[in-house]
């Protein structure tokens, strides 16, 4: 098998190491003011290639502000199935491409969105409120994917292989299991389903759109995609994946764009029969859902799904606390606890505990919050009123229950956005806010005085996505590693408990309630997901 040469793009890294951050911040502040300029327009939507417009619009705002990023169309069922047959038309073309030139393709979009990589950063941050740091690292993972499949597709030949039998030189009046008989030349080969439903998230509405929808069509499929439309509303960037896939040569009617409300959009792609597979990232309650509706009427997709998680990290008293406190508090509070990936719960020593809490409040006290363009700006807004309610909603059950330790606040910052504190603080492990996903800044610590009792507590919620683990002892590094039942799995990472997965170095993959086929994105078998394999026998004769 030939070796995937694959390096990753690590734009802010490199830009560092060459003593170039100025020219970082000043390209990165350029695209911003450009993306502004385009505040207010009109887009389409874009099915087969052509534009199609419905008859109402939806208007996207920034979180950061309230401004108007752009009016998108609401598309219907109706938009829904006339992007389902544009796709299903070109999948007959698409699926018989060279697996080579699909390959070459899709490294030809990694270049353009290189090219264009603070453009895409920038409508990102203003879009879904993320740092500039965060945005530049999901624009590079969303090139990083591209590459990282391409190779992976020319590595394993388009996953082709062929097999024989030689002729028996004995025969048999009958035939039965195991006969002796003729010569036989098997070809194995992987083919594509057809038309893959991609719906996105707001959260990575770069990386993990790119990431499924190219997983799809480098693999023969065709693609209806959906980027969120509701209250969390990711839709330009969507667009923008469009435009540069359009630019790197991909045929039209392969990359469908349709935005409009999960209820019929989205929906209609779940029970479409001219669909023949999901791939989804978002709550476990949706995604559970889908495949409701999806086996209970008697139907049949293929579903690869990442529905959220509930992190926990374990700091010993065998911890370099400093690393600890480092990595449980990017992991917790990075994006505003915004990741499926974040950490929400802590299992902390009873020896170190207090150290560590006040060493972690010290260090969430100094981070700050607002405008999330500003360099400085650690924490931006939260997406949207349904995330700050729950916010809300969290903390008055903290103080009912349990002990808020810091944070718990919204904060003024004079824009519109809904902005607000980090909270630490301290439930039993039994309280629901220790189960239950909540997509918020919010860090719950809790003591344990034995190490397989905090491996007990960190496995007992319905999720499995990732988990982290500081400690120098060898003993519960390895106790760790057998016992944590989580797909991502971090031992003393300072940078980050819980997230932060690199493409090619990590996959990334949920257990539980937190994944669907236990195989995961920047994976060695994640291709093989969006194929199904045939055998085709031939007797020579």
């Given at each position: 098998m030939a070796k995937n040469n694959f390096s990753n793009e690590f734009t802010y890294k490199k830009f560092i190491e060459g003593e170039k951050e100025a020219e970082f911040d000043r390209l990165f502040d350029e695209a911003v003011q450009k993306a502004k300029q385009g505040f207010g327009n009109k887009y389409h939507m874009y099915i087969g290639g052509k534009e199609v417009d419905a008859g109402s619009v939806l208007t996207e705002r920034s979180p950061i502000d309230g401004a108007v990023i752009g009016y998108f169309q609401k598309g219907t069922r109706e938009h829904a199935r006339m992007a389902i047959a544009a796709a299903k038309e070109e999948f007959t073309r698409w699926k018989d491409i060279d697996y080579r030139e699909r390959a070459r393709i899709f490294r030809k979009f990694a270049d353009v969105l290189a090219a264009n990589k603070f453009d895409v950063a920038a409508i990102l941050s203003l879009e879904n409120g993320k740092s500039r740091y965060e945005s530049i690292g999901e624009v590079d993972e969303g090139i990083d994917f591209s590459r990282y499949y391409a190779g992976e597709l020319e590595a394993n030949k388009g996953y082709a292989r062929r097999t024989s039998l030689e002729e028996s030189r004995q025969k048999v009046s009958a035939g039965f299991q195991g006969a002796p008989s003729n010569a036989e030349k098997v070809s194995i080969v992987m083919k594509p389903y057809g038309v893959f439903g991609v719906i996105a998230p707001f959260n990575f509405p770069i990386s993990i759109s790119i990431g499924m929808s190219a997983g799809a069509m480098i693999?023969?499929?065709?693609?209806?995609?959906?980027?969120?439309?509701?209250?969390?509303?990711?839709?330009?960037?969507?667009?923008?994946?469009?435009?540069?896939?359009?630019?790197?040569?991909?045929?039209?009617?392969?990359?469908?764009?349709?935005?409009?409300?999960?209820?019929?959009?989205?929906?209609?792609?779940?029970?479409?029969?001219?669909?023949?597979?999901?791939?989804?990232?978002?709550?476990?309650?949706?995604?559970?859902?889908?495949?409701?509706?999806t086996y209970g009427a008697g139907n049949q997709k293929a579903f690869i799904v990442e529905m959220g998680g509930k992190n926990p990290a374990i700091v010993s008293k065998n911890a370099n606390l400093d690393d600890a406190v480092s990595g449980v508090l990017s992991a917790a509070f990075g994006f505003a606890g915004q990741k499926c990936s974040a950490l929400s719960r802590v299992y902390v020593h009873e020896s170190v505990k207090e150290e560590f809490i006040s060493k972690l409040i010290e260090k969430t006290r100094a981070l700050k919050i607002g405008d999330p363009i500003s360099k400085d700006v650690y924490i931006g807004p939260l997406i949207s009123e349904s995330a700050y309610n729950r916010y809300v909603e969290s903390i008055d059950k903290i103080k009912e229950s349990g002990r808020l330790l810091y944070g718990g606040n919204t904060v003024s910052t004079g824009l519109k956005g809904l902005y607000v504190e980090p909270a630490i603080a301290e439930l039993r492990h039994e309280h629901e806010l220790v189960h239950k996903e909540l997509f918020v800044p919010i860090l719950i610590v809790i003591g344990y005085k034995n190490f397989a009792d905090a491996i007990s507590m960190a496995n007992d919620v319905d999720y499995g996505l990732t988990a982290g683990l500081y400690s120098k002892n060898r003993k519960e590094i390895k106790e760790f590693s057998a016992g944590i039942e989580a797909g991502v799995v971090y031992i003393n990472r300072a940078v980050s408990a819980t997230t932060g997965a690199i493409v090619g170095l990590h996959t990334f993959v949920g257990w539980k309630g937190s994944g669907l086929t236990g195989k995961g994105t920047g994976s060695k078998f994640y291709l093989q997901q969006f194929m199904r394999e045939q055998s085709i026998s031939i007797t020579q004769g």
């Open positions: 693999t023969g499929n065709t693609v209806v995609f959906k980027p969120s439309s509701s209250d969390n509303m990711t839709m330009l960037t969507g667009l923008k994946i469009y435009q540069l896939l359009k630019e790197a040569g991909l045929p039209d009617g392969v990359f469908n764009y349709i935005t409009g409300p999960g209820s019929e959009v989205g929906d209609e792609l779940v029970v479409n029969t001219g669909v023949s597979g999901i791939v989804f990232t978002g709550s476990r309650s949706t995604g559970l859902n889908m495949l409701t509706k």
